[in-house]
């Protein structure tokens, strides 16, 4: 799969200002790709955050054409927050905005004001980014719902959304339009050619530093090393120095890497991706690169996961170890079935997570003409086909329904 094609959109006039609370890779996994594909259709923007050492090897994989605009932290929440709120509403007074897009709940309650001051006409856009309190998981608190909902009906404006069942709820509790925009696999996933280790090998991943996931991956490769499957185990992304001596005392590889192309090559070298815990938060970045990859996927289920796989179809969703080591245990000594699962997760990785099929969902969800399309292949025009509009019913019923997932421009 390649790249969309390179366009440049006429220049439009004013900033679209994106107001966010602290970068991390859940957010990152949205807003990066969003700011390159509106800065291609000629839309400047400006980007507001509170800054965090924690985030510094995020920045420059930002867009050269996005304005950066850290805000430092002034220590305690009520004066880090109206810090914040100050710097915002000075850089909505200096310029000319097109637009405002909240990303996270704490930016919504401190900006919503000067987002709807703005300026007559000027749209504000929502994100949860997988709020606590906001997502599938847990269910909607009176304030929140009815804070989003009051606002959301006020601004007659549509959220943005990166996950279907998150898109549910926050339908659930506001009745208002949903705008869902999954997050996109860099090309290069695609392309990257699969070539197993030449004993079986088991992979995951993240770049962030995620204690449980460590602790429980760490438990399986116990489990599992001395079983007669004889595997081993990588770990790909970014640790911190706690996590990095626990992996390395169970004798798990671990590589440093923030690169695409590293992590492709080095998930490619795997039998299987493993997503050890159901604790995600936010798109299951690492998973739906995987399943780019054409990597057989095994994950414990979780709503973020049901988003992605289909149980048995385009890889596995466990509710327990021992069903994770079941599931290992088949993938490893049928290559046959490893290919099959593996074709199918990246099939469907293809149809929903694509740059190009992102760039479009999101021209749509702000309202903008939509980008030149080169000839589409058989593949993408079977694609265009199934991609209609979702059933909301089926969404509606939950993580556990068999119902397919399609992915869709508008709940």
């Known amino acids: 799969m390649k790249e969309p094609p390179p366009w440049q959109g006429e220049p439009q006039a004013g900033t679209l200002v994106h107001v966010v609370g602290r970068i991390d890779e859940s957010v990152f996994s949205f807003l990066g790709p969003a700011t390159t594909t509106l800065a291609e259709a000629g839309i400047a923007q400006c980007v507001v955050w509170i800054d965090d050492p924690r985030s510094a090897y995020l920045l420059p994989r930002f867009d050269p054409r996005v304005e950066l605009q850290p805000v430092a932290d002034a220590g305690g929440v009520l004066r880090r927050w109206r810090t914040f709120a100050e710097v915002v509403r000075r850089i909505v007074g200096e310029r000319r905005v097109r637009g ?45 719902g009815w804070l989003l909902k009051g606002w959301l009906a006020a601004t007659g404006q549509r959220a943005i959304v990166t996950m279907l069942e998150e898109a549910a709820a926050l339908h659930r509790a506001t009745r208002a339009p949903i705008q869902v925009v999954e997050s996109a696999v860099p090309a290069l996933y695609y392309g990257t050619p699969r070539r197993e280790a030449r004993h079986p090998l088991i992979v995951t991943g993240s770049r962030s530093d995620d204690r449980r996931a460590v602790e429980l991956f760490v438990q399986l490769a116990v489990l599992l090393s001395g079983s007669h499957l004889k595997l081993s185990f990588n770990w790909i992304g970014r640790l911190g120095p706690e996590s990095v001596a626990q992996l390395k005392a169970a004798n798990v590889g671990y590589f440093e890497a923030d690169d695409d192309g590293e992590i492709a090559t080095r998930l490619a070298a795997g039998w299987l991706y493993l997503a050890p815990t159901d604790s995600a938060t936010g798109f299951p970045v690492f998973v739906a690169a995987a399943m780019a990859l054409g ?108 119902a397919p997932r399609l992915a869709t421009d508008e709940y």
């Not at 401190?110 to 906001?134: C, E």
């Not at 694509?354 to 589409?376: G, H, K, N």
């Open 100 to 144: 405002m897009h909240l990303h996270g709940l704490a930016p919504l309650l401190w900006t919503r004001r000067i987002a709807r001051r703005a300026g007559p006409g000027v749209p504000v856009y929502f994100s949860p980014h997988a709020t606590p309190g906001l997502g599938a998981r847990s269910a909607w608190g009176l304030r929140p």
């Open 295 to 402: 990597l057989p996927c095994v994950v414990l289920g979780s709503p973020e996961h049901s988003d992605l796989l289909r149980d048995g179809e385009t890889g596995y969703l466990c509710r327990t170890e021992l069903e994770v080591m079941q599931r290992i245990g088949r993938l490893i000594d049928e290559a046959a079935l490893r290919r099959q699962i593996g074709q199918a997760g990246r099939h469907e990785a293809q149809r929903r997570f694509s740059p190009e099929r992102f760039r479009d969902s999101l021209l749509a969800a702000y309202e903008l003409p939509p980008a030149p399309r080169a000839a589409l292949t058989h593949d993408e025009q079977t694609d265009e086909h199934l991609g209609g509009a979702l059933d909301a019913s089926a969404l509606l019923r939950g993580p556990d329904s068999r």
